[in-house]
């Protein structure tokens, strides 16, 4: 099981990546570092890497994470955007799932906007 840890100051969060191309070019990207981004109950941020869609999906699961092409953004989901309607949730255009959170994700409810965040390979315990 390939797992990645994303960090933003004293967020911590393992994701367990799903066996898809998208979650074959995140691994290889590994690691990197940019600036988040919040949209609702979603952090995105720029990676290195561009794809098209996969099984794109236009309604994602809370612990969701997703690669938006058009942004060239990874997407963690943990609850409505403002896109959504209701308690689904709703990214802004169709994203490429890749991957699930273990663990708690209200703890991802104090990532703001433009804190460094740093995704990397997670050690194997």
Partial sequence: MRR?????GNVRIIGELHDTHSADAIW???PFSAEA???????YFSVPVQ????????????GDLGYWPPGHAFCVFFG????????????????NVFGHVVGELQVLK???DGENIRVQRARES
Avoid: C, F, H, Y
């Avoid at 409505?80 to 209701?86: H, K, V």
């Fill in 37 to 43: 981004n919040t949209w609702g109950d979603e952090i």
């Fill in 80 to 95: 409505p955007t403002p896109a959504s309607t209701g308690n689904e949730i709703r990214p802004a255009s169709p994203v």
């Fill in 28 to 30: 290889q990207a590994l």
């Fill in 51 to 62: 794809m098209s869609e996969e099984d794109a999906l236009a309604v994602v699961n809370s």
């Fill in 4 to 8: 990645l840890e994303i960090r933003v």
């Fill in 110 to 112: 104090q990532v703001k």
